[in-house]
């Protein structure tokens, strides 16, 4: 399992890298494609691999417009996190590690997103929970709607 603090970490490597802790720009600038496709609706979004290096986020363009930065940015995670099989192959299978996979993703989103809301530089509150390691992916993704106010 990935702790949380390298998480946290790579959150940091990749504003840096990317300028930006927007998750839109952050695809932009790493060469990640975002599409939006109508999607069945219990699907909010999907990272496919389909090319030996570039991936492809589809978001579920049913969802609330407002949820889009936040579902590109759990998709982030996935990506950045390497949980995204290798290129031409998919996987839904329900288990221990894709849980853990989506858990980690959360958390990964939080803090890109606390940071990009400014939260995390004026509270620290992704390193306390980070430390404290109380999150869960649904109170990450309630933060996230809480602190984001969208």
């Known amino acids: 399992m990935t702790r949380k603090h390298d998480i946290y970490k790579k959150v940091l490597d990749i504003i840096e890298r990317a300028g ?8 932009e600038k790493m060469d990640i494609k975002v ?6 609706l219990m699907i909010r979004g ?13 978001i579920n363009n049913r969802i609330n417009p407002d ?4 579902i590109l940015a759990h998709e982030l995670g996935h990506i950045f996190l390497g949980h995204v099989p290798l290129p031409g192959i998919a996987t839904d ?9 989506e858990h980690t993703a959360s958390i990964f989103a939080m803090c890109l997103l606390l940071y990009f809301n400014n939260v995390l530089k004026k509270t620290g509150i992704c390193g306390i929970d980070i ?13 996230l709607k809480s602190n984001i106010g969208r």
């Open 35 to 40: 599409i939006f496709k109508p999607l069945p």
């Open 67 to 70: 949820e889009h930065r936040i």
């Open 20 to 27: 930006s802790a927007d998750p839109f720009i952050i695809a």
């Open 93 to 101: 299978a329900i288990n221990k590690e894709n849980m853990n996979a």
């Open 46 to 58: 999907m990272v496919v691999h389909p090319y030996k290096d570039n991936f492809v986020v589809i």
């Open 131 to 143: 430390k404290h390691s109380f999150l869960n992916s649904h109170d990450a993704y309630l933060l």
